[in-house]
């Protein structure tokens, strides 16, 4: 089924590990993103991507990093977690183009650093 | 940059009554206006969304009015539902190749 998948959805983690939240879609999109959101606020924009070897920092300035190989697949990265990092994480995708807007939201991760 | 606000915070409307949504936008030059839905523990769904081209659309109880000239853009639910309970989140964009700029998040709570 075409649609957006998150993983791990739930993460508790010690400080100072590293982390890779992942994100795929099935959906060939171009375009992608990464949002962190406390729960019921507003979505801030940290990442986002027109493209495999396309990255760019969001609105909102984050210690995370980003990477994108394959269409498909756009994953986050903190190399060293710290409690201020614990939000929630949503990805995002969208087709290019300019016909077709809609842009697709994953699950998200729920990250809690201890 | 583009600047999204949403009025009022929080809204709260007994069952079967209408809910209406504001939204402001700085930038003359956007052009897509879409809403989204999102319930709690859920991930943020598009609603609504509405092009520069056209005043209103409508989909069965919810509809969504654009007036350029003030730049500002609504929400209208009909007939609230206790499922209606959720924020609700308005964006601007000003093209293809631009991001989604979002407004703070609006809770709207309906009353059975």
């Known amino acids: 089924e075409a649609d957006i998948y998150q993983t791990p959805r739930y993460l508790v983690i010690g400080t100072g590990k590293k982390i890779t939240l992942e994100c795929s879609q099935t959906m060939g999109h171009d375009k992608m993103y990464w949002y962190q959101q406390d729960p019921g606020m507003e979505l801030h924009l940290i990442h986002y991507?027109?493209?495999?070897?396309?990255?760019e920092k969001g609105d909102l300035s984050s210690e995370s990093t980003v990477s994108r190989i394959r269409t498909e697949h756009f994953p986050l990265t903190l190399e060293s977690a710290r409690p201020s990092h614990t939000s929630q994480y949503l990805c995002?995708?969208?087709?290019?183009?300019?016909?077709?807007?809609?842009?697709?939201f994953g699950p998200g991760t729920r990250l809690t650093v201890t | 940059g583009e600047n999204v606000e949403q009025h009022p915070s929080t809204l709260s409307v007994q069952e079967g009554d209408s809910a209406v949504i504001k939204c402001t936008y700085s930038d003359s030059a956007s052009n897509y206006f879409p809403w989204y839905k999102q319930e709690l523990g859920k991930r943020p769904q598009l609603i609504i969304d509405?092009?520069?081209?056209?005043g209103e659309k409508k989909d069965q109880r919810i509809a969504v009015t654009l007036n350029k000239t003030a730049k500002h853009f609504s929400l209208h639910i009909t007939e609230t539902q206790p499922e209606d309970s959720a924020v609700y989140f308005c964006a601007a964009s000003t093209g293809a190749n631009s991001k989604l700029t979002f407004g703070k998040g609006i809770t709207l709570s309906v009353r059975p």
């Open positions: 509405i092009r520069s081209n056209v």
């Open positions: 995002a995708s969208r087709i290019a183009g300019t016909g077709a807007y809609e842009q697709y």
């Open positions: 991507s027109y493209g495999v070897n396309s990255t």
